[in-house]
């Protein structure tokens, strides 16, 4: 079993769909957790990142953490076009490093 | 201010020869790290560095490929006779310093193709 375990999709949805992602984990050592966005042929770029359970909001982006079920969330409200990209869930690792899921590819369709 | 930069953004070579990619991190972060993104692999660690120091080389997949950074600023990542299955995209990243793993900032990476 994988670390961090991602759907990887692909999802398809129409534009001011909200949208729900979503990862598992196993190892319940170095609990936080990061939500990237990486466009096609480009580098991955730092949506969020939280330590808690819970929810995190910042702007249309929500990220939720809930430990007991070692289950991480990232919900996009009011999806645009724009928001199409593959999203990777990650967590802390013992090497101090991040250790990722393989991503869910994401179409926003106009 | 400037973002993560590495080079060369594209890297075509034939299999048995020595590759070398360089990294440089957003000036003032400490840490800096080096993965690796296949398809249908998602990204994997390689290794990190905290100034000059790599504390744990063991995410290197095989001894041909080392990892230096000097001067706590640029890193090479070096692969030694490479292999078909070397192609990918590596990935550097840096953050303020290991104590912040959490806020990594990634370059757009090398994409490395072996014939």
């Known amino acids: 079993q994988k670390e961090v375990e991602q759907d990887p999709g692909p999802l398809s949805v129409p534009e001011g769909a909200i949208v729900s992602l979503n990862c598992t984990y196993s190892n319940s050592a170095f609990q936080y957790f990061m939500w990237y966005r990486q466009y096609s042929r480009k580098g991955p770029e730092l949506l969020m990142y939280?330590?808690?359970?819970g929810n995190k909001e910042d702007g249309r982006f929500t990220a939720q953490v809930d430990k007991s079920s070692k289950y991480i969330s990232l919900f996009i409200r009011d999806s645009q076009p724009s928001d199409s990209a593959t999203y990777l869930c990650?967590?802390?690792?013992?090497?101090?490093?991040?250790?990722f899921g393989k991503g869910t590819k994401l179409s926003v369709k106009p | 201010g400037a973002g993560v930069s590495q080079s060369p953004s594209n890297k075509v070579t034939e299999k048995g020869k020595d590759v070398e990619l360089r990294c440089d991190p957003i000036?003032?972060?400490?840490?800096l790290y080096w993965y690796r993104q296949s398809l249908g692999q998602g990204l994997e660690f390689l290794i990190y560095f905290q100034g000059n120091s790599a504390p744990d080389k063991s995410g290197l997949p095989s001894d041909r490929f080392s990892a230096e950074r000097t001067g706590g600023s640029v890193s090479t990542l070096t692969i030694q006779r490479t292999q078909q299955e070397d192609s990918a995209v590596y990935l550097c990243?840096?953050?303020?310093?290991?104590?912040?793993?959490?806020?990594?900032?990634f370059g757009p990476g090398t994409r490395l193709t072996v014939t």
């Open positions: 000036s003032g972060h400490t840490a």
């Open positions: 990243a840096s953050s303020l310093s290991s104590g912040s793993i959490y806020e990594q900032y």
């Open positions: 939280t330590y808690s359970s």
């Open positions: 990650a967590k802390g690792g013992s090497q101090g490093n991040l250790i």
